[in-house]
């Protein structure tokens, strides 16, 4: 369902743009951003894309940079002393 709709990517793609990291974290932030996308959204039919495509925009700024410290923590990021 979640890898169906393109925008939940392309959110997650432009929020990291404007925060100003690269893409490569993208991966390690899409699984949670998935994860928490499939367990709340609630279409009322296969065919609800209208649904998915809203939860999909919906997803707030700070959860994804809530993620992107996640992988500061156990991720691809390093903190650099």
Request: overall charge positive; charged content about 10%.
């Given at each position: 369902m979640a890898s169906a709709v393109a925008d939940l990517n392309l959110h997650v793609a432009r929020t990291l743009a404007q925060l100003?990291?690269?893409?490569?974290?993208?991966?390690?932030?899409?699984?949670?951003?998935?994860q928490d996308f499939v367990d709340a959204v609630r279409p009322t039919d296969p065919d609800?894309?209208?649904?998915?495509?809203r939860a999909a925009?919906?997803?707030?700024?700070e959860r994804i940079e809530d993620d992107v410290a996640i992988a500061t923590a156990d991720g691809p990021l390093v903190v650099v002393h």
């Open positions: 100003g990291l690269p893409a490569p974290l993208a991966p390690s932030v899409l699984s949670a951003v998935v609800d894309w209208l649904t998915l495509v925009r919906a997803v707030p700024r």
